[in-house]
């Protein structure tokens, strides 16, 4: 093994290795367990969540894998269908050409030539992080099986009542001409403004204060076209008059009626709300409460498909509207017609007035344009039905949320739940299996030529396909069973679903989450998954949302590779068109990696994320850490080295249960136990950051910091008995191979790298540590005894070094140490590892104080009651020796003023567990004792 810790010498090799010999498939005999991979779009890039993500699944399946379980990580991709399909329209506007130029059909071709050459990016990006997926059982969610599987779901619901085509109101994206989801919007803080218009009042009606008019605040004024009412509070004074009766909505000259509803604030504005029921969520629900008419200002009102027959997809007005200009607003795009209209206010004298105003601005993430909430024919999924059975198995018990608030989130979202439209207006997607005759008449079903045969059709009558595709969330919906073959009852689905754990973000827990139970429970009279583990996002390290905006995205893979400065400004800045805002964030990434960043590896980052994943809160993103634990994992390279190089080619007796074991040996194979159970208990808690927050401290703290210190004199001493060369031999190898089996799931490469070699010494057999038998811990193994002793020596030897620290005592020189008031315990254990103590703490001597001999002046530390005395004889400098003991008094001074409050404090006592209280008064007694005699200490060295 190299003496030096290069993590890209190993990574690559070991995970072909792995995916080559089939290693990541089904092939426990225990119990099945599986987890369904959340697919990412075919046409993203790995990121930070995904990394997260992918870390914390690997860990599981690695865990689970090595406990006997019949392990089954589901991968695949999403078609991604509004993003697969503007790389391939970019693609096509660079050569001069659009989808329509092509045709349906070609189209779809080159976005299978696309997806073929490019879309693997990201399953190879999953790969480089160690993701032990069965890759062998890969899915895409426009492959054959996947594509029966949404048409069978499609014709089953809507054979069951369950989808419908209804016209509602829908986020609308005018530039991409489709509906998207909530989850495709983001809204954007931005100023705008709010014009304060007056509507006349009809039939020579007045106001309290006597005016002819009302005044509505609006902040798009364009939308008055479609105005079907003006609402007020019921209980607004102003205007209980009024309702009932109507204004002349200004331009379009339609009367309206005033209504009242308890949606208006009466706080803002005037009181008075315009209502457009066809271009407001809110307005679309008063509108309905109300029976008010629906007044699209944007469609063309096509009676039959192709929707190739609605021109006014692109947000521009159409001819049904009352013209007032001389061309009147038909095909005027909504932007230009709002300052035409507040034109035409201000003409007539009822612009009342214009007031700046901070927006939330809704755009499409994709296309960057203004959502218009837009009224048009779609499919939707009746959800209310579905919900009650979603709820009950969350009620239940049948699904947990791990952390368990998460439930409420989801339970509020459910029991609020809307129906879902599931149609878009792409071409790249599962087309709906739906047809059309020239009538509009729409018959359901999974081919043409079942839809003739069920609907009693001759081939007289001619039909069309619907050109719309469904939501790209209803296919990934039915993801844990479609993805094993559904609705055949595959041998695949029967064993591994349904399916063990989800793992994903807070964000989609109903785009997602939701609307998996829903699907799955309704078609498969199954749960999907039994535990839904919800981590948070992972934001910078000041707790900002990673955004390019913000310049302050990482990409994992530059962490695990190395980026130099020059790329990585490349990455954060290309294609920004603000020049001011590329040079913020190449001057921010100067000063925060003025040299790039290094190459980490996998298993740093990867170790780095589960040492984050606490119970769902957002990560903090520290590149500190990371640095942290590629440290951590050099620490362990060079602690397998020193292994090897006192183990190899020596009798380790493996094969002997009778060498003779020192108190140093049993206390770390004691500890092995304690940190096996609770990196174990920790992982079936889901707490992944306490998992390896026990195997850090294990490894680091206790066998590579003193274990491997302590048991250098046996091994490195030609007269020490063979019998305990050989028992720290085994030692040394078996807790190793054992702290590798516990290591794996979070760091697999390394852990892999070393076993190879210490396998053999350890007696172990097998080709890959992947598949070894994860550590159970063995309880008579437990020495607290063999802990109580080497805890005394580890204190001891602490008390000597704090000493030459303070008293700036060379290591090289060997100093003598004095005990006092030493128990017939502390004698026992002097007597035990004198020999250790004399070697690793470099001393002359060590001694006990005798009962008549005065103390030497010494500087001092203490273990528990004990005192350990260094004298200063040639070595103090007797003002630094009294500043030190002064700070030390102040310290536990302080403990015993803190300690001593807390224990005069009559609720505490009150309120407290008895042992709480009992262990507070016994940290008190030791605060005062340790004070007292430092005192003491500092009165003799203040006397000379």
């Excluded at 679309?284 to 007044?295: A, F, N, Q, S, T």
């Excluded at 390394?750 to 540590?769: D, F, S, Y």
């Amino acid at each position: 093994m190299d003496k030096t810790y290069q993590p890209h010498a190993i990574e690559t090799s070991w995970y072909q290795t792995w995916e080559s010999n089939n290693y990541f498939a089904p092939q426990g005999s225990g119990e099945p367990y599986t987890i369904m991979i959340p697919p990412p779009n075919v046409t993203g890039s790995l990121h930070m969540g995904h990394g997260f993500n992918n870390a914390i699944m690997d860990a599981l399946i690695r865990f689970r894998r090595m406990q006997g379980r019949n392990t089954l990580w589901q991968p695949g991709t999403d078609h991604a269908g509004i993003a697969t399909q503007m790389v391939v329209e970019r693609q096509l506007a660079a050569q001069g050409i659009s989808r329509h130029d092509l045709g349906r059909e070609k189209f779809l071709e080159k976005v299978w030539e696309w997806k073929h050459e490019s879309g693997g990016n990201i399953t190879r990006q999953i790969r480089r992080l160690g993701s032990s997926v069965d890759w062998s059982r890969e899915r895409f969610t426009m492959d054959e099986g996947l594509s029966n599987a949404v048409k069978e779901a499609f014709v089953r619901l809507h054979e069951d009542g369950l989808i419908y085509r209804g016209k509602r109101l829908v986020n609308w994206d005018t530039k991409l001409h489709t509906a998207i989801s909530d989850l495709e919007v983001e809204n954007h803080d931005e100023k705008g403004h709010l014009w304060h218009l007056r509507y006349p009042l009809a039939d020579d009606a007045r106001t309290a204060d006597g005016l002819t008019y009302l005044v509505v605040a609006t902040t798009r004024p364009e939308t008055m076209l479609g105005d079907a009412a003006v609402a007020v509070h019921p209980e607004d004074e102003r205007y209980q008059a009024l309702i009932g009766r109507h204004v002349m909505l200004p331009l379009v000259n339609r009367l309206i009626p005033i209504v009242a509803d308890e949606y208006v604030d009466r706080e803002f504005g005037t009181g008075c709300v315009k209502i457009t029921p066809a271009h407001d969520f809110n307005d679309y629900e008063v509108g309905k409460r109300h029976d008010l008419p629906l007044i699209n200002i944007f469609d063309q009102n096509a009676a039959v498909l192709p929707r190739a027959q609605v021109f006014n997809l692109d947000g521009t007005l159409n001819d049904r509207v009352a013209p007032s200009l001389p061309d009147g607003y038909a095909r005027m795009d909504r932007f230009e017609a709002r300052k035409a209209i507040v034109a035409e206010f201000e003409a007539m004298g009822l612009l009342e007035k214009i007031d700046d105003h901070a927006l939330k601005v809704p755009r499409g993430d994709r296309s960057g344009t203004v959502i218009e909430p837009w009224l048009t024919d779609q499919w939707y999924v009746s959800t209310k039905p579905l919900a009650e059975k979603a709820i009950a198995v969350v009620e239940s018990g049948e699904i947990q949320f791990v952390p368990k608030q998460y439930e409420n989130m989801y339970f509020s979202w459910m029991r609020d739940i809307q129906d879902w439209c599931i149609s878009r207006q792409l071409w790249w997607g599962h087309r709906i299996p739906a047809w059309y005759d020239e009538a509009g008449h729409v018959y359901v079903g999974r081919d043409e030529d079942e839809v003739r045969s069920k609907y009693n059709l001759g081939n007289e009558i001619d039909l069309r396909q619907d050109e719309d595709v469904l939501d790209t969330w209803f296919s990934s919906g039915l993801w844990t069973f479609s993805t094993l073959g559904w609705p055949e009852q595959t041998e695949f689905l029967k064993t591994f679903h349904p399916t063990d754990v989800l793992v994903t973000g807070f964000d989609i827990i109903f785009f997602w989450v939701a609307r998996m139970i829903m699907l799955s429970t309704h078609l498969t009279g199954q749960i999907p998954f039994r535990t839904v583990y919800v981590h948070g996002l992972v934001r910078d390290g000041q707790g900002q949302k990673m955004s390019k905006s913000k310049g302050n995205v990482l990409d994992p893979l530059d962490i695990v590779d190395g980026i130099t400065l020059d790329a990585l400004l490349e990455k954060r800045t290309s294609g920004m068109m603000q020049p001011k805002l590329a040079e913020k964030i190449a001057k921010q990434t100067r000063a925060e990696f003025p040299e790039g960043i290094a190459s980490y590896g996998t298993d740093a980052l990867r170790f780095t994320f589960c040492s984050l994943a606490s119970t769902g809160r957002d990560v903090k993103f520290d590149m500190g850490r990371v640095e942290g634990f590629r440290n951590f994992c050099n620490k362990i390279w060079n602690a397998a080295n020193f292994v090897f190089e006192n183990t190899e080619g020596k009798d380790t007796g493996v094969n002997d249960e009778s060498v003779e074991l020192s108190s140093v040996d049993r206390w770390i194979i004691s500890a092995l136990q304690r940190t096996e159970m609770e990196v174990t208990r920790q992982l079936d808690a889901f707490r992944f950051d306490l998992a390896a927050q026990a195997l850090y401290e294990f490894i680091w703290d206790e066998y590579c910091a003193w274990y491997l210190e302590l048991v250098k004199p046996v091994l490195w001493d030609e007269t020490a008995s063979a019998e305990r060369q050989r028992g720290t031999r085994r030692t040394l190898v078996r807790v190793l191979e054992t702290a590798l089996r516990l290591a794996h799931p979070f760091m697999p490469f390394i852990t892999e790298e070393i076993w190879q070699r210490v396998a053999p010494l350890a007696g172990k057999q097998g080709p890959t540590l992947m598949l070894q038998p994860w550590p159970v811990a063995d309880e008579s193994r437990l020495d607290p005894a063999a802990e109580d002793d080497i805890e005394w020596v580890k204190a001891l030897m602490l008390g000597i070094r704090q000493i030459r620290g303070e008293m700036n005592i060379s290591m090289a020189r060997r100093i003598d140490v004095v005990l006092r008031h030493a128990s017939d315990t502390d004698r026992r254990r002097l007597a035990e590892n004198q020999p250790l103590l004399m070697k690793l703490a470099k001393l002359e001597s060590v001694r006990l104080l005798g009962e008549d001999e005065e103390a030497p002046l010494a500087a001092v530390a203490l273990v528990h009651e004990m005192e350990v005395l260094v004298p200063m004889a040639g070595l103090i400098d007797k003002d630094a020796e009294l500043a030190r003991l002064d700070k030390e008094i102040a310290r536990l001074e302080g403990e015993v003023k803190r300690v001593g409050g807390k224990l005069a404090n009559a609720s505490f006592v009150d309120k407290a567990p008895a042992e709480v209280i009992a262990k507070e008064r016994s940290k008190l007694a030791e605060a005062e004792l340790g004070r007292d005699k430092l005192q003491e200490q500092r009165a003799r060295i203040a006397a000379l």
